[in-house]
């Protein structure tokens, strides 16, 4: 399984950006997307994830301004960041999940003015 992510950038705070990641290889039908992050000097920490079947979970410091999809066709998920704050600056990494965790090369994404 390979993920590829796109989309990570400079942005100043209260602005957005959106991620994708797609993945490629031997996927079976059922398996949940999402993405994590890594700040400096912190450990990788959940931002939100999904489910083929539709059901997604939130890190509580990006609800309500981070909205998590997927493309089960295209076996694509997106991140649509809003109101985007200093301390979401991070390293992001994508993640998809089947019995082990394969993950993505990092975007990185910088919220400063």
């Known amino acids: 399984v390979q993920l590829q992510a796109s989309g990570g950038g400079q942005v100043q705070p209260g602005g957005s950006l959106r991620l994708s990641c797609a993945a490629s290889g031997s996927i079976f039908s059922i398996y949940t997307m999402g993405w994590y992050r890594q700040a400096p000097g912190k450990q990788r920490e959940l931002v939100a994830t999904?489910?083929?079947?539709?059901?997604?979970n939130y890190a509580d410091s990006v609800k309500g301004r981070f909205t998590i999809s997927t493309d089960n066709a295209k076996k694509t998920v997106h991140l649509q960041m809003n109101s985007l704050k200093p301390e979401d600056t991070a390293v992001y990494y994508c993640?998809?999940?089947?019995?082990?965790?394969?993950w993505g090369q990092g975007t990185l994404v910088t919220v400063s003015s």
């Open positions: 999904i489910t083929t079947g539709g059901i997604s």
């Open positions: 993640l998809l999940r089947r019995y082990t965790d394969y």
